[in-house]
Nanobody, 120 residues
Framework: QVQLVESGGGLVQAGGPLRLSCVAS????????VAWFRRSDRAFVAGTSW?????YYGDSVKGRFTISRDNANNTVYLQMNSLKPEDTAVYYC????????????????WGQGTQVTVSS
């Protein structure tokens, strides 16, 4: 299994941006679909196919968040703009070879999470 480590979380004011990173080790990330989830509402946030050719978003973040990946550096990013207090959560990245999905149960590799706090 690939190992995942998230970073980039922190405290930000409402309306501000934040970028999360998910760095993989142990295996090359280029053969994995990757998604972001958050614990607060167990919600799917964003996902990308192995090559970045397909990206998809949860309804609550569409138009504000952007997922991207740099397979050469084994990293997936989540750019979060126009943050709201309700975006406060622990954010997790997850990866699996099986392909894109918006269900956490479809992912076998998970990071430890990074806390995002949005103040009003």
């Amino acid at each position: 299994q690939v190992q995942l480590v998230e970073s980039g979380g922190g405290l930000v004011q409402a309306g501000g941006p934040l970028r999360l990173s998910c760095v993989a080790s142990g295996r090359t990330l280029s053969s994995y679909a990757v998604a972001w989830f958050r614990r607060s509402d167990r919600a799917f946030v964003a996902g990308t196919s192995w090559d970045g050719g397909s990206v998809y978003y949860g309804d609550s973040v569409k138009g504000r968040f952007t997922i991207s990946r740099d397979n050469a550096n084994n990293t997936v990013y989540l750019q979060m703009n126009s943050l709201k207090p309700e975006d406060t959560a622990v954010y997790y990245c997850a990866a699996d070879r099986a392909g894109i999905s918006d269900h956490g149960r479809d992912f076998r590799s998970w990071g430890q999470g990074t806390q995002v706090t949005v103040s009003s």
